[in-house]
């Protein structure tokens, strides 16, 4: 299966773009003074001098290249700088309050993350040098998108005029407009769906036919309220844009959306997916109105900036900007109705969070957009020449139809410098079509200041606003919005020409090979000493494509598995089974999956299942990892689909020839070295000097007495090739070995004869159950009846119905905490199925479990069976074991920092159990010590399985059906069961 990636800076890329660029920075000095027969090739320019020494003199401004990073927010510091860094930029990681003002004027950018953002700007130096700082707060799009009903009001306004068409909800602020809502819902509008905001922003989507007590209730928990009406199936969309300047605009749309497909009245279960906006929007409007994805883009982006121009109309009050150039990554969630007009539900300034820095600092190219010094004077004044050849500064002291002060030449440097940095963003405005937009310009734009009347001038073709001096505090984006469809239209012009012409040698050299086509590079998957991490970190790659075709619903587009394993046969959408073999040593991959639907989802094990990518565990043997296909589109999800991953964990000596004890070396293990328990203890294979060989060891373990107890201090000892190796030795002849004595193995005579009139009592969780299976087993001759219960069971057919074994399953982990059986009560219902019992060693109560077993519960059963006249009976504790070691969705993780406090526990158990009368069977260090040769779970608990064994003769004598049989597998469960047994029947029937 194919693996995903993301995508990094190479080292020489980013050297190659600083040394190009630093040679840039310096070019046009020295051109200007050295170069006349070059600017020969142009006429005379009233803007070039300007523009040059602007330019210089904000490139010189941040010579320095450092960046500034203030707030608390470690794992989002840490992405940035390694996106920082890769830019050949320093940091400056600044806490909260440290520069209280200002932040030195040397710090060309200012990122502010967290609590930091509510004071960025305060940290601003005074004087010309903030105007040339980009700090990624604007503080007039936070303050707006912060006030209560804002979202309400800014739609009310849209909708107001005429010439837009972008606004099909209807907003409702609560509580205030709770009975404008309710006569909407009576009116007969024909609504599909409601939408409601919750007051941590999340949306909700609910009932269509609510009533009025419904609406009474959402006063209570919701903020905002919209009716949709004729809503497609599609649900709601998150799109990221990037304002890079306010006033007047400059923004771009990411390439990529979150699609929340419609679930109502399942809102839970709304798991967002990944899509390529273009890819989705083509969908879209082929689904719906059979139009291209660029005509259903240009709704989208039209939407967006209606509600850009009218924040700044809302804005305009305000006596001045309080940082030109910074930039903003705006969210918007919005939907489509029937004819694809867009409305927005939300907006909220981003957060910055950890999963989306990668992606949009580095994969989209706004880190790119940041830190580039190309210079572009030569550029913009050669399109201000051709469009407006007479007009300066100094025109704006005459009250000029237009003109040109600093602030205006930095925001057209700035954007014509964007606009070659090879990004994936998709520009919004200002655009060569922005003409298209004029409509919202003018309508949403307030009246000249003072009553004054708007002039127009044409330049270019194109109408152009009058300002009045009175108004040169503030520049809107009409102001300039002509002129920069001008501009964009020369620069389109431009790309046609033969690059020594275009550039003339001032401010480009010829076309070199790209330095910004990165190479991709695997997700690392940590092992050893580390782990996979759980969440979803880093950057993604680009998922694929999504279809709405109908015959695409039931399909998967693609599995991924980290590390890459190859599966038989290649994957196809139609082939729904798969199988692989994978190494001892590879216990744990991350497995993800795509739907090929759109409007589909691919989630795993059920249809309750997660989306996102999971760690699985892989046992040794056999197992199996489900991904169905569940249809969204419907009111509530349909699994139409389910594929299988059947993947075989090869036991350690797979790879070794046929064992043979004359040619194998004793070795002992004690613990693993990359599952450290023990502090005192060293890891890994020793030589057992004693013997050479381990057919003369098996010899003397022969002599050695019975061990009288299953808590005396051992080890693991294997026969292997070399003891310097550890991939050369036999596990399935290895030995729990104490000193002194040996672990004896019943005969299957000797257990049934013990057995026999017993009545023996299991609590516990699968690893105890593990136990009762395998007893089971030994006992009949095979296992008929077997199941994964998780309740209580009682087991009256053992040894010809001479031995009962009854089984009660704690904790049941499964339940909420207030739903769950306490130890007592299931205790208690567990001696009362196995009623009648006697208080002599003929009832047995066995007790253990992973990690969950302390002194409390010792406590509990010595007080129970005093009160049931059970004191006489025999107690069997077996102790802790491996398990939860590695990070896997669903069930808890143990770092490996904290084994030793579970042996140390463990210990401290034993010690007290039997005190209190126990037999303890010490299970941890056996465990831990091979916890990678855990069978199927994704817990990493299970050192047994129970397996289905082949019946040649499947017919009784009559005809009659035999029963199946099943197996236990699993030695190391078989040696501590054994201990068990050893430990019921050292004691004389009663």
């Given at each position: 299966m194919r693996q995903?990636?993301y995508?990094q800076?190479?080292?020489?890329a980013?050297n190659n773009r600083?040394?190009?660029e630093r040679?840039r920075a310096?070019s046009?000095?020295?051109h200007?003074?050295?170069s006349?027969?070059?600017?020969?090739?142009?006429p005379?320019s009233?803007?070039?001098?300007?523009?040059v020494e602007?330019?210089?003199?904000v490139l010189?401004?941040?010579?320095?290249?450092?960046v500034a990073?203030?707030g608390?927010?470690?794992g989002?510091?840490g992405i940035?700088?390694?996106?920082?860094?890769?830019h050949?930029?320093?940091?400056?990681?600044?806490?909260?309050?440290?520069w209280?003002?200002p932040?030195?004027?040397d710090r060309?950018t200012l990122?502010c993350?967290?609590?930091a953002?509510?004071?960025?700007h305060e940290?601003?130096p005074e004087?010309p040098s903030?105007g040339?700082?980009r700090?990624?707060r604007i503080?007039e799009?936070n303050?707006?998108?912060?006030r209560?009903?804002?979202?309400?009001?800014?739609?009310k306004?849209?909708?107001s005029?005429?010439?837009?068409?972008?606004v099909?909800a209807?907003?409702?602020?609560?509580?205030?407009e709770?009975?404008?809502?309710k006569r909407s819902l009576?009116g007969?509008?024909s609504?599909a769906w409601?939408?409601?905001?919750?007051?941590?922003?999340s949306?909700?989507i609910?009932h269509?036919?609510?009533?009025?007590?419904d609406i009474d209730?959402?006063?209570?928990e919701?903020?905002v309220?919209?009716?949709?009406s004729?809503?497609s199936?599609?649900?709601?969309?998150?799109l990221?844009?990037?304002?890079?300047s306010?006033?007047?605009?400059?923004?771009?749309?990411?390439?990529?959306?979150v699609?929340?497909?419609?679930l109502v009245?399942?809102?839970?279960?709304?798991?967002?997916?990944?899509?390529?906006l273009?890819q989705?929007l083509?969908?879209l409007g082929?689904?719906?109105l059979n139009?291209?994805?660029?005509?259903v883009l240009?709704?989208?982006?039209e939407?967006?900036?209606?509600?850009l121009?009218?924040v700044?109309?809302?804005t305009?009050?305000?006596?001045?900007?309080?940082c030109s150039r910074c930039?903003?990554i705006?969210?918007?969630y919005?939907t489509?109705?029937?004819?694809?007009?867009?409305s927005?539900?939300?907006?909220?300034?981003h957060?910055y969070?950890e999963?989306?820095?990668?992606e949009l600092?580095v994969?989209?190219?706004v880190?790119?957009?940041l830190?580039?010094r190309s210079t572009?004077?030569?550029?913009?004044?050669r399109g201000?020449?051709n469009?407006?050849?007479?007009?300066?500064?100094m025109?704006?002291?005459?009250?000029?139809a237009?003109?040109?002060?600093?602030q205006?030449y930095?925001?057209?440097l700035?954007n014509r410098r964007?606009?070659l940095?090879?990004?994936?963003?998709i520009?919004?405005?200002p655009t060569?079509?922005?003409?298209?937009?004029?409509?919202l310009?003018?309508?949403?734009?307030?009246?000249?200041?003072?009553g004054?009347?708007?002039t127009l001038e044409?330049i270019g073709?194109?109408?152009?606003?009058?300002?009045h001096?009175?108004?040169?505090?503030?520049?809107?984006?009409?102001d300039l919005?002509?002129?920069?469809i001008?501009?964009?239209k020369?620069?389109?012009?431009l790309?046609?020409?033969d690059?020594?012409l275009r550039?003339n040698?001032?401010?480009?050299?010829?076309?070199?090979?790209s330095?910004?086509?990165?190479?991709?590079l695997?997700?690392?998957?940590?092992?050893?000493?580390s782990s996979?991490?759980?969440?979803?970190?880093?950057g993604i790659?680009?998922?694929?494509?999504?279809?709405?075709?109908?015959?695409d619903?039931?399909?998967l587009?693609?599995?991924f598995t980290e590390?890459?394993?190859?599966?038989?046969p290649?994957f196809?959408p139609?082939?729904?089974?798969?199988?692989?073999s994978?190494?001892?040593?590879?216990?744990l991959i991350k497995v993800?999956a795509?739907?090929?639907?759109?409007?589909?989802?691919a989630r795993?094990n059920d249809i309750?299942g997660?989306s996102?990518f999971?760690?699985?565990?892989?046992g040794v043997?056999?197992n199996q990892?489900?991904?169905?296909?569940?249809?969204l589109s419907?009111?509530?999800?349909?699994?139409?689909?389910s594929?299988?991953?059947?993947i075989h964990?090869w036991?350690a000596?797979?790879?070794?020839p046929?064992?043979?004890p004359?040619?194998c070396?004793?070795?002992?293990f004690?613990?693993d070295?990359?599952?450290k328990?023990s502090?005192?203890?060293?890891c890994?294979f020793k030589?057992?000097?004693t013997?050479s060989?381990?057919?003369?060891?098996q010899?003397?373990?022969q002599t050695?007495?019975?061990?009288?107890?299953?808590?005396?201090?051992?080890k693991?000892?294997?026969?292997?090739?070399?003891?310097n190796?550890?991939?050369s030795c036999y596990w399935k002849?290895?030995v729990?070995?104490p000193e002194h004595?040996?672990h004896?193995v019943?005969s299957?005579y000797?257990?049934k004869?013990c057995f026999?009139n017993k009545?023996?009592l299991?609590i516990g969780?699968?690893?105890?159950?593990g136990i009762?299976?395998?007893?089971?087993e030994?006992?009949?001759?095979?296992?008929?009846?077997?199941d994964k219960t998780?309740?209580i069971r009682?087991?009256d057919?053992i040894n010809?119905n001479?031995t009962?074994?009854?089984?009660?399953?704690?904790?049941?982990?499964?339940?909420?905490?207030?739903h769950?059986p306490?130890?007592i009560?299931?205790l208690?219902?567990?001696i009362?199925?196995t009623?009648p019992?006697?208080?002599?060693s003929?009832?047995?109560?066995v007790?253990?479990?992973?990690?969950w077993?302390a002194k409390h519960?010792?406590?509990?059963?010595l007080?129970a069976?005093?009160?049931?006249g059970?004191?006489?009976?025999?107690?069997?504790?077996k102790?802790l074991g491996?398990g939860?070691?590695?990070?896997?969705e669903?069930?808890?993780?143990?770092p490996q920092?904290?084994?030793?406090k579970l042996?140390?526990h463990?210990?401290?158990?034993?010690?007290?159990?039997?005190q209190?009368g126990?037999?303890?069977?010490?299970?941890?260090?056996m465990?831990?010590a091979?916890?990678?040769?855990?069978?199927?779970?994704?817990?990493?608990?299970?050192?047994h399985?129970?397996?289905?064994?082949q019946?040649?003769?499947?017919?009784?004598i009559?005809g009659e059906s035999h029963?199946?049989?099943y197996h236990?597998?699993?030695?190391?469960?078989?040696?501590?069961s054994?201990?068990?047994i050893?430990?019921?029947?050292?004691?004389?029937?009663g």
């Amino acid at each position: 299966m194919r693996q995903r990636s993301y995508q990094q800076i190479p080292e020489n890329a980013e050297n190659n773009r600083n040394h190009v660029e630093r040679v840039r920075a310096g070019s046009y000095l020295t051109h200007q003074k050295s170069s006349h027969r070059k600017l020969s090739h142009f006429p005379s320019s009233s803007h070039l001098a300007q523009l040059v020494e602007i330019e210089e003199r904000v490139l010189s401004q941040t010579n320095t290249r450092t960046v500034a990073i203030s707030g608390n927010q470690q794992g989002h510091r840490g992405i940035l700088n390694g996106i920082i860094r890769k830019h050949g930029l320093q940091v400056d990681e600044v806490s909260d309050g440290q520069w209280l003002p200002p932040i030195p004027a040397d710090r060309p950018t200012l990122l502010c993350l967290g609590s930091a953002g509510s004071h960025c700007h305060e940290q601003l130096p005074e004087g010309p040098s903030q105007g040339y700082m980009r700090v990624n707060r604007i503080p007039e799009l936070n303050e707006y998108f912060a006030r209560r009903g804002a979202i309400c009001k800014l739609q009310k306004r849209l909708r107001s005029h005429e010439e837009t068409k972008v606004v099909e909800a209807d907003c409702f602020q609560l509580p205030s407009e709770s009975l404008n809502l309710k006569r909407s819902l009576s009116g007969g509008q024909s609504s599909a769906w409601v939408v409601s905001q919750t007051p941590d922003g999340s949306l909700q989507i609910l009932h269509t036919n609510l009533t009025r007590d419904d609406i009474d209730d959402l006063k209570k928990e919701t903020e905002v309220v919209w009716t949709v009406s004729e809503a497609s199936a599609m649900g709601y969309l998150k799109l990221y844009t990037l304002v890079m300047s306010f006033l007047p605009q400059r923004a771009y749309v990411y390439p990529r959306a979150v699609l929340y497909p419609r679930l109502v009245s399942h809102s839970k279960s709304q798991t967002p997916k990944v899509v390529e906006l273009m890819q989705f929007l083509k969908g879209l409007g082929e689904q719906y109105l059979n139009v291209t994805a660029e005509y259903v883009l240009e709704t989208v982006k039209e939407a967006i900036f209606s509600s850009l121009i009218e924040v700044e109309y809302e804005t305009l009050l305000a006596e001045k900007p309080r940082c030109s150039r910074c930039f903003q990554i705006l969210e918007y969630y919005m939907t489509f109705d029937s004819k694809l007009h867009p409305s927005i539900l939300q907006i909220k300034t981003h957060s910055y969070e950890e999963d989306w820095l990668q992606e949009l600092m580095v994969d989209a190219g706004v880190a790119d957009i940041l830190f580039t010094r190309s210079t572009v004077a030569m550029d913009v004044a050669r399109g201000l020449d051709n469009l407006v050849p007479d007009l300066t500064d100094m025109d704006c002291e005459s009250g000029s139809a237009l003109c040109l002060r600093e602030q205006d030449y930095i925001y057209l440097l700035d954007n014509r410098r964007e606009s070659l940095v090879n990004h994936s963003l998709i520009k919004l405005y200002p655009t060569k079509s922005a003409s298209n937009y004029s409509h919202l310009v003018n309508w949403l734009q307030p009246p000249s200041a003072g009553g004054q009347a708007r002039t127009l001038e044409s330049i270019g073709g194109m109408d152009i606003p009058a300002q009045h001096p009175s108004q040169l505090r503030r520049r809107r984006t009409s102001d300039l919005h002509s002129l920069n469809i001008g501009l964009e239209k020369f620069y389109a012009s431009l790309s046609g020409q033969d690059p020594l012409l275009r550039y003339n040698s001032l401010s480009h050299f010829l076309p070199i090979q790209s330095v910004t086509n990165f190479e991709g590079l695997n997700m690392l998957m940590k092992t050893g000493n580390s782990s996979i991490d759980p969440g979803v970190g880093g950057g993604i790659s680009p998922p694929p494509f999504c279809s709405f075709y109908k015959g695409d619903v039931p399909l998967l587009l693609e599995i991924f598995t980290e590390p890459d394993i190859h599966f038989l046969p290649d994957f196809n959408p139609h082939v729904t089974q798969y199988h692989a073999s994978i190494p001892h040593d590879l216990f744990l991959i991350k497995v993800g999956a795509e739907a090929k639907g759109c409007l589909c989802e691919a989630r795993f094990n059920d249809i309750h299942g997660t989306s996102r990518f999971l760690n699985y565990t892989i046992g040794v043997g056999s197992n199996q990892i489900v991904i169905v296909v569940v249809d969204l589109s419907q009111n509530s999800p349909w699994v139409v689909n389910s594929y299988s991953l059947n993947i075989h964990r090869w036991e350690a000596e797979n790879h070794l020839p046929t064992f043979s004890p004359a040619l194998c070396q004793v070795c002992s293990f004690k613990q693993d070295c990359s599952m450290k328990f023990s502090l005192s203890e060293s890891c890994g294979f020793k030589p057992v000097l004693t013997h050479s060989v381990w057919l003369s060891y098996q010899k003397q373990l022969q002599t050695l007495p019975r061990c009288g107890s299953g808590d005396i201090t051992a080890k693991w000892t294997v026969p292997c090739l070399d003891c310097n190796q550890s991939n050369s030795c036999y596990w399935k002849h290895a030995v729990w070995q104490p000193e002194h004595c040996r672990h004896d193995v019943l005969s299957d005579y000797e257990t049934k004869k013990c057995f026999s009139n017993k009545r023996v009592l299991f609590i516990g969780d699968s690893t105890n159950r593990g136990i009762l299976h395998y007893i089971t087993e030994k006992i009949n001759g095979s296992l008929r009846d077997w199941d994964k219960t998780h309740d209580i069971r009682l087991y009256d057919n053992i040894n010809n119905n001479r031995t009962i074994f009854s089984f009660a399953y704690y904790p049941q982990f499964w339940l909420p905490t207030n739903h769950r059986p306490t130890f007592i009560k299931a205790l208690y219902q567990l001696i009362k199925r196995t009623l009648p019992l006697h208080n002599t060693s003929e009832t047995v109560l066995v007790v253990g479990g992973v990690h969950w077993l302390a002194k409390h519960h010792v406590k509990v059963i010595l007080s129970a069976l005093q009160r049931e006249g059970l004191t006489g009976i025999t107690l069997i504790m077996k102790g802790l074991g491996a398990g939860f070691h590695q990070p896997v969705e669903g069930v808890r993780y143990v770092p490996q920092g904290d084994q030793y406090k579970l042996l140390v526990h463990e210990q401290d158990l034993s010690t007290y159990a039997r005190q209190n009368g126990f037999h303890v069977i010490q299970t941890y260090n056996m465990t831990v010590a091979r916890y990678k040769d855990f069978l199927q779970g994704k817990c990493a608990c299970h050192f047994h399985k129970v397996v289905k064994t082949q019946n040649l003769d499947t017919r009784g004598i009559n005809g009659e059906s035999h029963y199946p049989t099943y197996h236990v597998e699993g030695s190391i469960n078989a040696m501590y069961s054994e201990m068990v047994i050893h430990q019921i029947c050292k004691f004389p029937n009663g």
